[in-house]
Every structure is written in structure tokens, then in C-alpha cells.
């Protein structure tokens, strides 16, 4: 089975700043996904980004990158200019064939 | 496109009852996947439904089932519903649910047991 870990529970973050959210995950696997999903208060989990763990490339999307430790089975996201509508909890989320296994999630919280 | 709808948003039940939710999913997806979301558990796989047949299935109780039809719509059925059973349940779709294609989700039907 896997097992994702998001570690921080809440994240905190100026205006315009970065911050990084940390991921890992176990697998035995060598072909599978790997995504981010925010989820704000309006509760819709919405797609951030996606890995393919045969990519070596870290996956970019505008403001959002992640680092992609193959080795490590580590999958951080960092959102760079951080804007008050980046606000909501994140979940870390590996895909295999079927279904997505997700982790407790970060909340992230905006100050302006 | 349409995005996932689901309904109804909002569901209050009492123990004992049974509470179908209804998932319709983004056009051309065939592939539907029910998660259950709680403050404990986090989120929790269900099952997921192609073509009419139940491909996989996660470790809930039988009081849980669901169904598709030929127009890839979903439901989700919970009978004899407990306290526990109080959650966010939220639905994707894919369009066929192989590894390399993202879920979409809806906005999620919140039921509450009193």
C-alpha cells in the first residue's frame, strides 16, 4: 500500500513571498504520478500540478513548481509570489493504476 | 466543459436512514471515483466505477455501494448510516482512470448525522 506524508500541518506565509511544502510518499513502484491538489474553503479540490515519476524534469505551472526527488520519494511544492487566493490546504496525492492516495494535507495561510 | 456537478450540496439525515448522492461527471469521462473526506481520516478512496462495473473498491464497509449508469453518471448509496458516517464525500471523474490522467473533482456533498 501506499503511504503519502505531509509533515506541516500549517504553513504561513507573507504576500509576495515563497513558501515550500514538503511531501513524501512510499511506494515499491517504479511508473506512477504524482499531483498537488489545493483544496480552499469553497471545498472544491482543485489540480495545482503533476509529476510523471519517469520525468526527471520538475514539473512547472506559472507559480508553481515542485522538486521531484525520484531517489528520496520526496515531491515538495513551492509556490513563489504568494498571493491571498493561494490560501487553502494543499494535499500531496500519489496516483497508481486506479486511485489517488493523498496526504493529511498543509493548511497555508496568506498574511498581507 | 461542464465541470463535475454533484448533488445535493448539503444532506442532514438521522441514524438508521440510507442517503443517495449523485455525481455527474465532466463529458467524455468515463471513469468515476468517490473519495470520503473527514477531519480524522483525511481522505479515504471508496470505489471507482467504468463503464457500468465496479473496477476497484476501497476498504469500507458493505453498507457502502454505489452504481453507474450508461451515461456515466454515479451514485453512491450509504444504508443504515451511522454518527460515522458524517463526512465531505467528493466525486472525480477521468476520462478512462488510467495512472497518467489527473481527477477532476466536484464541489462535494456534505451529509451530516444527527
Known amino acids: 500500500a501506499q503511504t503519502v506524508t505531509q509533515s506541516q500541518p500549517e504553513m504561513s506565509v507573507q504576500e509576495a513571498e515563497t513558501v515550500t511544502l514538503s511531501c513524501t510518499y512510499d511506494?515499491?513502484?517504479?511508473?506512477?504520478?504524482l499531483f498537488w491538489y489545493k483544496q480552499p474553503p469553497s471545498r472544491q479540490m482543485i489540480l495545482v500540478i503533476r509529476?510523471?515519476?519517469?520525468?526527471?524534469q520538475n514539473a512547472t505551472e506559472n507559480r508553481f513548481s515542485v522538486n521531484f526527488q525520484k531517489a528520496a520519494k520526496s515531491f515538495s511544492l513551492k509556490i513563489s509570489d504568494s498571493q491571498l487566493g493561494d490560501a487553502a490546504m494543499y494535499f500531496c496525492a500519489y496516483k497508481n493504476d486506479y486511485k489517488l492516495s493523498f496526504g493529511a494535507g498543509t493548511t497555508v495561510t496568506v498574511r498581507a | 466543459k461542464a465541470g463535475v456537478t454533484q448533488t445535493p450540496r448539503y444532506l442532514i439525515k438521522t441514524r438508521g436512514q440510507q442517503v443517495t448522492l449523485s455525481c455527474s461527471p465532466i463529458?467524455?469521462?468515463?471513469?468515476v471515483s468517490w473519495y470520503q473526506q473527514t477531519p480524522g481520516q483525511g481522505l479515504q478512496f471508496l470505489f471507482e466505477y467504468f463503464s457500468e462495473t465496479q473496477r476497484n473498491k476501497g476498504n469500507f464497509p458493505g453498507r457502502f455501494s454505489g452504481r453507474q449508469f450508461s451515461n456515466s453518471r454515479s451514485e453512491m448509496n450509504v444504508s443504515t448510516l451511522e454518527l460515522g458516517d458524517s463526512a465531505l464525500y467528493l466525486c472525480a471523474s477521468s476520462l478512462d482512470g488510467n495512472r497518467n490522467q489527473p481527477q477532476h473533482f466536484g464541489d462535494g456533498t456534505r451529509l451530516s448525522i444527527l
Open positions: 463529458s467524455g469521462h468515463r471513469s
Open positions: 509529476q510523471e515519476a519517469y520525468k526527471q
Open positions: 511506494t515499491s513502484e517504479s511508473d506512477y504520478y
